[in-house]
């Protein structure tokens, strides 16, 4: 395995799963264009690439080489490389390692090399994909190894590593429970089995969760944020109190985490630190921002769209607390989730943002040029045209929806090669049904036609504000549909028409001459348009991500007249 900078975290592993998954998902396709080949042979040399630097197989690698063979693309990776990755693999010594880990006559050096020795094991059981040894060996160091709940200087603080643990704790129950969970495991891992202490092997032990057993969770000092690390997902409701945990700790070490920002030429405690304990702070640090980033993905994949894009913005306003070095970049090169998170943002703002703003994404509707949100989108947006990735295509679908091209926006949501584009890069991430660990094609088409019904109804209110009367097939053609798809997508309109009580604001139908009609006063039309886009808004973000395949006709009817 290679070295790394005392600053560098050294995650890079955690893309493997990812582009194996990005891989599967496109070798199993029927049909692949020339740019998803292309993506399809890149997932499988970068996933090779980094098997190479860790020493470690995950367990498609075999059909990444069979790929790279098969279309004669020249590589590395022969049966010589395998052997000699398997005979590394060999040379990781697991009882040795518990032998380690119980040698209690060791000094805070041997105590740190414990440390790295862990994350190599906890490294290669992540590559397997091998959850439940990776869990069990979290378990058995965390039983092992005493964590201070509060460093009594930087040096102390650094060598603690605490926030790096919990950062592996944390990425391993979302892997393994939500985005790329391994269903061959004879034994399928439950949130309620992951525990922070030992496993009961080891139960004599004391588990890290006694060590802030006694600490207050109600009531945190402020370390970054509004919320400290945002509103906790549901999806991992069962860990909020272990979330509460890593803020409890950061407020407790408020002042020495917040050092390096406040530095100054006459700072002789800072000035004094050696570069190694500097960067150790970096690192923690870092960890706190990727736990944080997580936790506010997570509402993504959970269909929370406005909390999503509120919590982004929050921590894209925050101070790293890490001189020259912000938010965005953590997130961006040491976890290298670029195309994923600007994907996710662009999507997000098509469900919560008025089409209007969708262009410069300077949104929440109190924006001014002064608002700092607006330095921010533009930082987003010159990194979306930066490249011709998957955010490139979906932030294009913005644009089409913003200037009304309603034709072309439906011939993109109805591309199959779009479609696979999106499921291919960010189909674990994408909501699905309750149904445990949905991830497949048919999801991803579930979640664009959810996303192209709420941009028929979001075109509907915003054609019917500046129409006093429109006949019905004249809007089916505005909205981009030919007439033949007329009678589905009109049920749908007047189904929204039913929920939102639109008959109250003098919008309805007349069905005995077949057209949409708007009735109001011109003078209350904007506090009306307003009022109607929050409903909807509100409609989207409340939606069960089961709901999709019968969206209106179905659940959504019977959530609001039952």
Same mark, same amino acid.
């Given at each position: 395995?290679?070295?790394q900078?005392?600053?560098?975290? @050294? ?10 998954n ?16 292309? !993506?399809?042979? /890149? ?10 630097q ?44 518990r ?11 041997d ?43 930087h ?33 399928? +891992? ?8 030992p ?27 509004? @919320? ?40 002789? =405690? ?50 790293? @607390?890490?001189p ?26 098509i ?16 924006? +001014? ?13 010159? /990194?979306i ?62 979640f ?36 033949s ?6 049920? !749908? ?14 919008i ?15 003078? !209350? ?12 808004? =509100? ?24």
């Open positions: 395995m290679t070295s900078a005392p600053d560098q975290l @050294n995650v890079s592993f955690l893309r493997i799963p990812r582009l194996a990005q891989f599967d998902t496109l070798i199993n396709s029927s049909q692949l264009a020339a740019g998803e080949f292309d !993506d399809l042979t /890149l997932a499988a040399q970068s996933c090779l690439e980094l098997m190479d860790y020493k470690t197989l995950h367990p498609s690698y075999q059909a990444m080489i069979d790929h790279l063979n098969s279309h004669s693309v020249s590589h590395k990776y022969s049966g010589e490389w395998i052997s000699s990755i398997e005979q590394e693999e060999g040379l990781l010594n697991l009882k040795a390692f032998k380690l880990l119980e040698n209690d006559d060791l000094n805070q050096d105590k740190s090399f414990k440390f790295d020795e862990f994350k190599k094991v906890y490294i290669h059981f992540m590559i397997k994909n091998d959850y439940q040894q990776a869990s069990y060996f979290i378990n058995l160091f965390s039983s092992f190894i005493q964590f201070q709940s509060q460093a009594h200087n040096n102390q603080l650094v060598d603690n590593r605490y926030v790096e643990f919990f950062f592996y704790q944390f990425i391993l129950q979302i892997y393994s429970q939500l985005w790329f969970p391994n269903n061959n495991e004879t034994t399928t +891992t439950t949130r309620a089995s992951f525990q922070l202490g496993t009961s092997e080891d139960k004599e032990k004391i588990p890290i969760d006694e060590l802030f057993e006694n600490e207050p969770t109600s009531s945190y000092s402020n370390p970054i944020g509004n @919320n400290n690390l945002g509103a906790i997902s549901s999806k991992i409701k069962n860990y909020d109190n272990l979330l509460k945990k890593i803020n409890f700790y950061y407020a407790k070490n408020e002042i020495l985490f917040n050092s390096l920002k406040n530095q100054s030429n006459d700072d002789n =405690t800072i000035s004094k630190l050696s570069d190694l304990t500097k960067k150790g702070l970096v690192r923690e640090l870092k960890f706190f921002w990727l736990i944080k980033w997580l936790n506010v993905i997570l509402m993504f994949e959970e269909n929370d769209m406005n909390h999503f894009l509120e919590n982004c913005y929050e921590i894209l306003l925050s101070n790293s @607390n890490i020259n070095i912000t938010t965005l970049e953590i997130i961006f090169n040491d976890f290298e989730f670029k195309s994923e998170l600007l994907s996710a943002i662009c999507l997000a703002s469900f919560t943002r008025p089409f209007k703003e969708l262009t410069l994404m300077n949104d929440f509707g109190n924006t +001014t040029n002064k608002d700092p949100r607006n330095f921010i989108d533009q930082q987003l947006i010159d /990194l045209v930066s490249n011709d990735g998957l955010e490139s295509s979906i932030y294009q679908l913005l644009l089409n929806i913003s200037e009304l091209n309603t034709w072309e926006t439906k011939a993109k949501l109805l591309n199959d090669q779009f479609i696979l584009k999106i499921y291919s890069k960010l189909g674990y991430l994408l909501p699905s049904s309750n149904e445990r660990f949905i991830n497949n094609f048919s999801n991803a088409k579930k664009i036609y959810y996303l192209n019904l709420i941009i028929d109804f979001k075109n509907f209110l915003l054609i019917l504000s500046v129409s006093s009367k429109i006949p019905r097939l004249t809007m089916l053609k505005k909205l981009g549909y030919k007439e798809q007329s009678e589905e997508i009109s049920n !749908d309109l007047l189904a929204l028409m039913s929920i939102l009580n639109l008959g109250e604001q003098q309805g139908y007349n069905s005995k001459l077949d057209y949409f009609f708007n009735d109001i006063n011109q003078q !209350d039309e904007n506090l009306r348009i307003l009022k109607l886009q929050k409903e909807l808004n =509100t409609l989207s973000s409340d939606l069960e991500s089961d709901s999709f395949a019968s969206l209106m006709r179905g659940i959504l009817t019977e959530r609001f007249f039952s």
